[in-house]
């Protein structure tokens, strides 16, 4: 039972470049999350999904997309990579709301 | 918005106790989490306080006092495998259903022999 995986694990991409990271997970949680993680800001959620076909924004959504259409899966997508977007990547889920999030481990993204 | 702020660096000698505080400014408050990560890794969850009061589990314990937008995490019989990152995160509801959390930037903690 691998619970939640994220592919890839390091992705080095050019700007301007559309990249997906993918998020797969295991349990069937209907709450899955994207979060960014940087050095002198900590983890800043991106987006997150209360169940398939439900998204809504976090603090930090600009640049970034996402679908849900499936339950187990739950893509991110820089449509147009900036070195801003360089970070740390993690994906986590959870049964539901006030429940603890299990995060994947995580996808270093590089921007050149 | 919301600003949780907890110490950037603390250290502790192996097999002493360590207090990490947390301090959070938020509405709609519904909950605050504890979580440790190691270097590289991702984050484990430690801990949730929803109510007032302490929560043990094992060496671990978590408080939380509402009203005065406080919490700490305390480490018994530290072990060198105890340093690492310990992140405050809070949940509010925004009306608007399941939220993320909102993380603190997390206080690294290293213990000494």
């Known amino acids: 039972d691998a619970g939640i995986t994220q592919s890839p694990r390091y992705k080095i991409t050019e700007t301007g470049r559309q990249v997906t990271l993918m998020c797969h997970q295991t349990?069937?949680?209907?709450?899955m999350f994207w979060y960014r993680q940087d050095l002198g800001h900590g983890l800043r959620l991106i987006y997150y999904s209360a169940a398939a076909d439900i998204t809504d924004k976090g603090e930090v959504p600009d640049g970034y997309v996402v679908s849900r259409s499936k339950t187990e899966n739950f893509p991110l997508t820089l449509e147009s990579a900036t070195r801003s977007q360089t970070s740390v990547y993690f994906c986590a889920s959870s049964e539901g709301p006030g429940r603890e999030q299990y995060f994947g481990p995580g996808t270093r993204l590089t921007v050149t | 918005g919301q600003n949780i702020d907890q110490p950037t660096e603390m250290t502790a000698t192996e097999g002493a106790i360590v207090q990490i505080n947390c301090t959070y400014q938020t509405s709609g408050f519904n909950g605050l989490f504890w979580y440790q990560q190691h270097a590289g890794e991702a984050p484990t969850f430690l801990s949730y306080n929803v109510l007032d009061g302490l929560e043990e589990k094992g060496r671990f314990s978590s408080f939380l006092s509402r009203s005065k937008g406080y919490s700490y995490l305390l480490l018994k019989e530290l072990q060198m495998k105890d340093s690492a990152s310990y992140l405050c995160?809070?949940?509010?509801?925004?009306?608007?259903?399941?939220?993320?959390?909102?993380f603190g930037k997390g206080t690294h903690l290293i213990i000494q022999p």
């Open positions: 349990w069937s949680h209907s709450y």
């Open positions: 995160a809070v949940r509010a509801y925004s009306g608007g259903g399941a939220d993320g959390l909102t």
